[in-house]
């Protein structure tokens, strides 16, 4: 059996850092989760945004990628930065018998711990047939940072999903997450999203409309909420050029912003180049290179920010 889980995937845990973050300041809108949970209703659907704009990369990083059985893999990482202390992080992942794709294995446990303790966890089950759970943990150091639980049922055209976050019973503080996406047609699907928070002395709810429409070789996606809209366009050309673009205006901060990426792959010289630019005056560029028969993969980037007259770039190895 051939699985591949994502340490990309612990980041899940991030987005209930950045709501309180967001809701701190009063300013927070959903506008990127909705479109993502559309991916699993049946419709076909061109590369996912990460596919087509540039990670930002800065310093030095080595990756080692070693599977050491159909269940069990592991990865380590080392990264040395001008920006901050070097840093290194074990990765592991264990994947169950239970496979219903090829990216879904049932149970799924994945973790990453850096050299300071700190621990990123996530824990998939399934647990019927339509019915998923996941359990998400962030600890810095000793102290417990977030915990998330999730659970999503899954129709023949729809998909509901709840979120909790940090729910504290003494302390009378939670976030709750709640998702439903409607398949309408083939390509069309609709829905929405609300986010209730409450902590002593304060209380609220933020809603959030959302659609996606998906053709054959391209994609579109809009999310409206009181606190701005988020629109998407990915586009593939062909098999060896992707772009997108994507509009995001917050109307608290009354911030507006415009991106274009790109994304191209010379599939006889093994490389990928990917490349962004904005409306904030940022340029930014990632070339991989693969090196068969070797298992290694090197990648150089550079991103520039002619407003802020900030510079820095980054290249990486990855064996495994």
């Known amino acids: 059996m051939k699985w591949s889980i994502s340490i990309q995937d612990l980041k899940g845990g991030q987005f209930l850092q950045s709501a309180f973050y967001g809701i701190e300041r009063g300013d927070y809108f959903l506008g990127v989760g909705v479109p993502c949970l559309c991916l699993f209703l049946p419709f076909p659907s061109p590369p996912p945004p990460s596919d087509v704009f540039p990670a930002q990369m800065e310093g030095v990083k080595l990756v080692v990628n070693k599977v050491l059985s159909s269940h069990f893999q592991v990865a380590h990482t080392v990264h040395m930065s001008a920006l901050g202390l070097p840093g290194y992080h074990l990765h592991a992942?264990?994947?169950?018998?239970?496979?219903?794709?090829?990216?879904?294995?049932f149970p799924t446990v994945v973790g990453d711990m850096d050299s300071s303790g700190s621990l990123n966890a996530q824990v998939l089950l399934l647990l019927a047939e339509r019915l998923r759970a996941k359990a998400v943990f962030q600890t810095q150091q000793a102290k417990f940072l977030t915990w998330q639980f999730d659970g999503e049922y899954r129709g023949d055209d729809y998909t509901a999903t709840l979120t909790l976050g940090n729910p504290d019973l003494?302390?009378?503080?939670?976030?709750?997450?709640?998702?439903?996406?409607?398949?309408?047609?083939?390509?069309?699907?609709?829905?929405?999203?609300?986010?209730?928070?409450?902590?002593?002395?304060?209380?609220?709810?933020?809603?959030?409309?959302?659609?996606?429409?998906?053709?054959?070789?391209?994609?579109?996606?809009?999310?409206?909420?009181?606190?701005?809209?988020?629109?998407?366009?990915?586009?593939?050309?062909?098999?060896?050029?992707?772009?997108?673009?994507?509009?995001?205006?917050?109307t608290r901060l009354q911030d507006t912003t415009f991106s274009f990426g790109y994304h191209l792959t010379l599939p006889q010289a093994n490389m990928?180049?990917?490349?962004?630019?904005?409306?904030?005056w940022c340029v930014g560029a990632v070339l991989e290179k693969k090196m068969p028969p070797l298992p290694v993969t090197l990648a150089l980037g550079a991103f520039l920010n002619h407003w802020r007259n900030r510079f820095h770039?980054?290249?990486?190895?990855?064996?495994g």
């Not at 992942?93 to 294995?105: C, I, K, M, N, R």
């Not at 770039?313 to 064996?319: E, K, L, M, R, Y």
Request: glycine share 12%; proline share 2%.
């Open 170 to 250: 003494i302390g009378e503080s939670v976030i709750m997450v709640a998702h439903f996406l409607q398949s309408l047609t083939h390509r069309l699907v609709l829905g929405g999203e609300l986010v209730y928070h409450r902590r002593p002395g304060e209380e609220g709810a933020i809603l959030t409309l959302a659609g996606k429409y998906s053709a054959v070789h391209w994609v579109a996606t809009l999310n409206v909420g009181s606190g701005g809209a988020h629109a998407s366009y990915y586009h593939r050309a062909n098999e060896q050029v992707q772009v997108g673009v994507e509009f995001e205006a917050n």
């Open 313 to 319: 770039c980054g290249f990486s190895i990855t064996v």
């Open 93 to 105: 992942a264990y994947a169950g018998d239970w496979q219903l794709s090829p990216t879904e294995v």
């Open 272 to 280: 990928v180049f990917r490349g962004l630019v904005d409306s904030n």
